[in-house]
């Protein structure tokens, strides 16, 4: 596996996510960073936390806007997006109104079909549709692969959330590094058996998608090089992402995985 140095860079502009608000258990979180990968070419992999699920990866020049929500105000300062991804239909991760402000003449969206659904007509054109298991690319950006994963609840009680085959993880992979993105899930088989995954976004929160200690289980199992526990804001407050990091960190087969913390709910009271 390479090698990849953080560097603290990024402060953001105040944004209030669409879950429930709740006092941060981890009130020591650092500040939101972007981090750098060192190879052979120099190529660079940013991070910029958004919100919950919303982030801008800038990698390599191509800039790609996670599930764009909170208007165009969000993301003051980012640079245009080549691509949109969106995982699934919930107001946390589809807003039909920030897309129209964000998306930028002939850049595409790539979305499941039950997103694909809730898009105006204006913007269906640009709207490239991917179903679990498929492989794509997309014209403009063609260095780049991208892989939907499934999505979904394992919980009886919270089957209803998300099911099978409506939302996507993504994977996407440029010159050997892979990134994968989960969504809305829980710790599913797809997840846990990811191979080769360079950077990890695991979601953690109640009821919604599963425990930190489901899915620091699930990184275990599929080892990523580093992980970005995200999207843990539920009904209840913030999930215990400490506890998260220290169960790996304790696991004899996945301790040097580095486990990085951002500033996802910079609106926090």
């Known amino acids: 596996m390479k ?3 953080l560097l603290a860079i990024f402060a953001f502009t105040l944004f209030a996510c669409n879950n429930n608000t709740a006092k941060d258990k981890n009130s020591e979180e650092p500040m939101a960073t972007s981090e750098v990968k060192q190879t052979e070419t120099q190529s660079t992999f940013n991070v910029t936390p958004i919100s919950h699920a919303t982030m801008v990866l800038d990698w390599d020049g191509t800039t790609f806007y996670i599930d764009p929500v909170g208007g165009a105000a969000a993301f003051s300062g980012q640079p245009p997006a080549d691509l949109i991804l969106v995982t699934d239909i919930h107001g946390d991760h589809f ?16 979305a499941p079909q039950a997103v694909a659904d809730k898009i105006d007509d204006e913007l269906l ?7 679990n298991g498929e492989t794509t690319t997309v014209p403009g950006i063609d260095d780049f692969t991208f892989e939907a994963i499934p999505m979904y609840n394992l919980r009886e009680e919270a089957l209803k959330f998300h099911t099978k085959g409506r939302g996507n993880g993504y994977v996407i992979e440029k010159d050997g590094m892979r990134v994968y993105i989960s969504g809305d899930t829980e710790d599913i088989p797809e997840m846990r058996n990811l191979e080769n995954i360079d950077i990890a976004f695991v979601c953690m929160n109640l009821p919604y998608t599963m425990t ?15 992980v970005y526990p995200y ?6 407050g913030m999930s ?6 220290d169960m790996i960190k304790k696991s004899s087969v996945s301790s ?8 996802w709910y910079p609106n926090k009271e």
Not at 102 to 110: F, H, N
Not at 231 to 236: D, L, Q
């Open 3 to 5: 090698t990849y140095t």
């Open 95 to 110: 807003n039909m109104e920030t897309l129209r402000e964000v998306v930028g003449d002939g850049v595409r969206i790539m």
């Open 125 to 131: 054109s640009q709207t490239l549709v991917v179903a």
């Open 212 to 226: 930190v200690e489901s899915a620091a289980s699930a990184v275990v199992d599929f080892k990523p090089e580093k």
């Open 231 to 236: 999207h843990y804001r539920g009904s209840e």
């Open 240 to 245: 215990d992402v400490g506890v998260f990091r």
């Open 256 to 263: 040097d995985i580095e486990v990085v913390q951002l500033d």
